[in-house]
Each structure stands twice: as structure tokens, then as C-alpha cells.
Nanobody, 124 residues
Framework: QVQLVESGGGLVQAGGSLRLSCVASGRTVSNYAMGWFRQAPGKEREFVAGINWSGGSTRYADSVKGRFTISRDNAKNTVYLQMSSLKPEDTAYYYC?????????????????WGQGTQVTVSS
């Protein structure tokens, strides 16, 4: 089993920054791609960013491209999401997830383990 725990969420003003962290325990995630998803009230969960097993390849949703950066530290079993130039529409619950394989996927059914999530609220 893999346990994923997110942290770093909070309340920030528009234009501000936050850094989310996702720590994995139980089993290593270093051989798997990892992703960040988010879900806003009344909306479906959506892909935000993903990173392959080595950290050499990343993918982003168009809505966050150029503002968010995903990275990982396999020695620490940790994945990060640096969020900058935040907008009110970024307000959502953010989830970390482990992909079923080594290559980044963008659909949630291709992720087998999920964290509990962390709330990000961006005020205007």
C-alpha cells in the first residue's frame, strides 16, 4: 500500500504563490509517474500537472502552464507543486496521486493511489 499526504495549501491573495508537497510512505513511488489533480466545488476533478518517474518529463493543463511547476525528489519520496501568479479560479481542493505506470497520464482512472487533498483558496 501507498499512503500519500499533501500539505502546503491555504489562503492566498491573487497573484501570490504557494508550494504544495506530497509525501509518500509505505512503498516507494520513485518508479512511477506522479500527478496533481484539483476539484473545485460543483466541478469534476481535473488534471493539473504530472511528472514522469525520473522527473525528466512533465505535463501541464493549459490553464496552469507557465504558472505552475511540478517537481519531485525521489530520495525523499516527495512530489511538489509550485504555484505562482495564482488566480481565484485556481481555488480548489488539490490532490496528489500515483500513476499506474512510469509515464505521465492525464486521466484520473490511470492513477491508483490518492492522497486526502489540501485546500487552496485564492482571494481576489
Amino acid at each position: 500500500q501507498v499512503q500519500l499526504v499533501e500539505s502546503g495549501g491555504g489562503l492566498v491573495q491573487a497573484g501570490g504563490s504557494l508550494r504544495l508537497s506530497c509525501v509518500a510512505s509505505g512503498r516507494t513511488v520513485s518508479n512511477y509517474a506522479m500527478g496533481w489533480f484539483r476539484q473545485a466545488p460543483g466541478k469534476e476533478r481535473e488534471f493539473v500537472a504530472g511528472i514522469n518517474w525520473s522527473g525528466g518529463s512533465t505535463r501541464y493543463a493549459d490553464s496552469v502552464k507557465g504558472r505552475f511547476t511540478i517537481s519531485r525528489d525521489n530520495a525523499k519520496n516527495t512530489v511538489y507543486l509550485q504555484m505562482s501568479s495564482l488566480k481565484p479560479e485556481d481555488t480548489a481542493y488539490y490532490y496528489c496521486a500515483r500513476c499506474v505506470g512510469m509515464v505521465v497520464r492525464t486521466t484520473e482512472y490511470e492513477y491508483g493511489y490518492w492522497g486526502q487533498g489540501t485546500q487552496v483558496t485564492v482571494s481576489s
